[in-house]
């Protein structure tokens, strides 16, 4: 009885395993966690811990290189989360899911021991994007994207909606390298993107 019962686990492992082994690897790709959150209204809420996750890169468009006020002052610091960086340097594809978060900080000195340049002030900004094929199935390339940012001083907003498409994506998609983010300026994303390097 003893062994008919374990001959029959064994069996069941078995079967399972080989199942298991013929699950498409994009389909396993697909299961990356999702570290935020939308509020019953489908409000995406203030994203946490984003400082800890994989920094792509840090764009920089100084307001006194824009005519004293940039269009998204000044540094842009983006982060991707580990899981689908992980799916994106094994497919070269963002999974489902996928969120960028950019952060913006102020120009702070222009001088340092190093030389002239420009280092990072304060957190002034944040911003985040996020592809999901199912909640922005009417978005272009499935892209959504949302602002936290406030007037310089006052504490960012706790939860954001989705912009139109006319606001943001439209740029992103005619201009972002790959699937509507700017890789091109992501020197982690291009290295880490198979056959690039
Ligand atoms: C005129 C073009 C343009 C518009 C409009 C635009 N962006 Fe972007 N965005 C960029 C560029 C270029 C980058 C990358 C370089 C940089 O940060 O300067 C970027 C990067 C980003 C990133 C980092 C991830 C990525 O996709 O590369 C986020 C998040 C983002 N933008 C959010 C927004 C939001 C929110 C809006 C609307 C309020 C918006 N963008 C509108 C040009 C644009």
């Given at each position: ?15 399972t ?8 690897n ?6 990356i ?16 811990g ?73 957190f ?13 199935k ?60």
């Amino acid at each position: 009885m003893i062994f008919k019962l374990l001959n029959r686990l064994i069996l069941v492992l078995c079967v399972t395993s080989v199942l298991a082994s013929f699950v498409p690897n994009a389909l396993a790709a697909e299961k990356i966690s999702r570290p935020y959150k939308f509020d019953k209204s489908g409000n995406l809420e203030q994203p946490k811990g984003y400082r800890e996750w994989i920094f792509v890169g840090s764009p920089v468009t100084p307001n006194d290189m824009n005519s004293g006020k940039a269009a998204f002052p000044e540094f842009h610091h983006v982060y991707i989360p580990s899981d689908a960086y992980n799916v994106y340097k094994s497919t070269g594809a963002f999974p489902n899911g996928t969120i960028l978060v950019k952060e913006l900080l102020s120009v702070g000195d222009k001088q340092a021991p190093s030389g002239k340049g420009y280092f990072n002030g304060d957190f002034i900004g944040l911003e985040a994007t996020i592809k999901d094929t199912k909640r922005f199935k009417d978005e272009p390339g499935n892209w959504a994207y949302f602002s936290f940012t406030t007037p310089i001083g006052q504490p960012h907003k706790k939860i954001a909606k989705a912009f139109g498409k006319n606001k943001c994506n439209f740029c992103h998609q005619a201009f972002a390298k790959d699937d509507w983010v700017f890789t091109q300026y992501y020197p982690v994303l291009r290295a880490a993107k198979p056959g690039r390097k």
